[in-house]
């Protein structure tokens, strides 16, 4: 507060009747205005998406491969906010049909990350102002995955594409695909021959009639396979077959359990194997197995050495 003195001029000095005023002016040096925002939530979201370091799934006979997919998430709300990362691996024909479908587990075409973790070795979220982070998201991949590559059976117009899906503590979420890349599930054509084919002792010029051996034949591959089944002499000091042996066309086999005289396929040698139509169909479950049976039969040649006599069958899988 400061204060004045005013005088009236018009007075002189010493005159009976003088004015002095005492004026005081208030200063207004500071004040106060109070702000206020609300920081909303700004959604995830998912870049740079890669499937298996962009490398085609070779898958392993009856049993599964893991494979990784990485991408980036970034949130501006900062990378720490980010609650849940997800992804799937899905056959489709295009983006929009994988996008469509109700992907839940299928060991044919759908698989789910079972986890998705932010990085430790790589673009990891060190919080505060960071606002983005690597997460690797883990595949089991099973044997029956559809196969896509060019020698898939009638299945090269589709693909397997990889999406995810980033949440943020708000609840807020992005997605995102591997649009850029072209990841194939390669074709796995492979099988399982359980049980050796013990004919036991047949006499000479006579055959095994009704009693059959029987094979179990698997499909442990993601096609649906014939079979191309062929063997080698039958002979005491197998593999040399020095002395006399018998000839793979002494055995015979059906998918029927007949008498030997009705076995409608005669084994073929090693050098030109026989196809038959076993058609094992592809599993659509990684724990239930697709199989079929064969029956064998052999008959023994007239004037045939008495002995212990072994030899070898071959079963190939070959695409239906």
Avoid at 18 to 33: K, M, Q, R
Avoid at 197 to 215: D, E, F, L, M, R
Avoid at 274 to 289: D, G, Q, R, W, Y
């Amino acid at each position: 507060m400061s204060y004045y003195t005013y005088s009236d001029s018009r007075y002189a000095p010493g005159a009976i009747l003088g004015l002095s005023v005492l004026v005081s002016v208030g200063i207004v040096l500071a004040d106060t205005s109070t702000t206020s925002v609300t920081v909303g939530n700004s959604n995830p979201s998912v870049s740079a998406v890669s499937m298996n370091y962009g490398n085609n799934v070779t898958l392993v006979e009856n049993t599964f491969v893991h494979a990784t997919a990485t991408m980036t998430v970034t949130d501006a709300n900062g990378c720490s906010t980010i609650s849940a990362v997800q992804a799937k691996f899905a056959f489709a024909t295009s983006v929009a049909d994988m996008w469509g479908a109700n992907c839940s587990y299928d060991a044919n075409i759908c698989y789910r990350a079972h986890s998705c973790v932010a990085t430790t070795t790589g673009n990891a979220c060190s919080g505060g102002g960071d606002t983005s982070a690597e997460y690797d998201c883990k595949f089991e991949i099973w044997y029956p995955a559809r196969p896509t590559d060019g020698s898939s059976p009638g299945l090269t117009s589709a693909s397997w594409f990889l999406s995810a899906t980033a949440t943020d503590a708000a609840a807020g979420t992005g997605h995102a695909t591997n649009t850029g890349q072209t990841i194939e599930v390669n074709t796995l054509n492979a099988l399982n021959v359980t049980g050796s084919i013990g004919y036991g002792t047949v006499s000479a010029n006579s055959n095994t009639g009704g009693s059959n051996q029987t094979v179990t034949h698997t499909n442990t591959g993601n096609t649906a396979l014939d079979n191309a089944i062929s063997g080698d002499v039958m002979c005491t000091d197998y593999p040399t077959c020095a002395s006399d042996g018998m000839m793979p066309s002494q055995q015979k086999f059906d998918l029927i359990d007949q008498t030997y005289a009705s076995l409608a396929n005669t084994l073929a040698a090693t050098t030109s194997p026989a196809s038959i139509e076993v058609v094992l169909a592809t599993s659509t479950a990684s724990t239930s197995a697709v199989t079929d049976l064969s029956y064998w039969g052999i008959a023994i040649p007239s004037g045939q050495a008495t002995g212990s006599y072994t030899g070898q069958n071959t079963v190939t899988a070959t695409a239906d």
